[in-house]
Nanobody
Framework: QVQLVESGGRLVQAGDSLRLSCAAS????????LGWFRQAPGKGQEFVAA????????FYADSVKGRFTISRDNAKNTVYLQMNSLKPEDTAVYYC????????????????????WGQGTQVTVSS
C-alpha cells in the first residue's frame, strides 16, 4: 500500500513558476510509475504528466508540454512537477498517482491505470 502526499500548491500570478512535490511512503517507490493529474472546477480529471519507474520516459499533455517538467528522486521517495509560465487555465487541484511499473518506459496517461492517489494540492493562477 502506497501513501502519497502532495504539497506546494498556492496562489500565484500568470507567468510565475511553481514546483509541486509528492512524497510517497509504504511501498517500493522506485518500482512505481508516477503521474500528475489535475481537475479544474466543473471539469473532469485531466492527465498532466507521467514518468516511468526508471525515469527513462516522461509524457506530457499537449497543454503543458514545454512549460511543465516531471522528475523523480528515488532517494527521497518524491516526484516533482515543475510548472513554468503558468496560465490562469492551469488553475486546478493537482493530484499525484502511482502504479507499479510494467517496464522501463511505462507510465500511464489515463487515471484508470493508477492504483494509488494523493489528496491533491490546490494551484490557483491569477491573471
Amino acid at each position: 500500500q502506497v501513501q502519497l502526499v502532495e504539497s506546494g500548491g498556492r496562489l500565484v500570478q500568470a507567468g510565475d513558476s511553481l514546483r509541486l512535490s509528492c512524497a510517497a511512503s509504504g511501498g517500493t517507490f522506485s518500482s512505481y510509475a508516477l503521474g500528475w493529474f489535475r481537475q479544474a472546477p466543473g471539469k473532469g480529471q485531466e492527465f498532466v504528466a507521467a514518468i516511468s519507474w526508471s525515469g527513462y520516459a516522461t509524457f506530457y499533455a499537449d497543454s503543458v508540454k514545454g512549460r511543465f517538467t516531471i522528475s523523480r528522486d528515488n532517494a527521497k521517495n518524491t516526484v516533482y512537477l515543475q510548472m513554468n509560465s503558468l496560465k490562469p487555465e492551469d488553475t486546478a487541484v493537482y493530484y499525484c498517482a502511482a502504479v507499479r511499473g510494467r517496464d522501463l518506459y511505462y507510465a500511464g496517461k489515463s487515471a484508470g491505470e493508477y492504483d494509488y492517489w494523493g489528496q491533491g494540492t490546490q494551484v490557483t493562477v491569477s491573471s
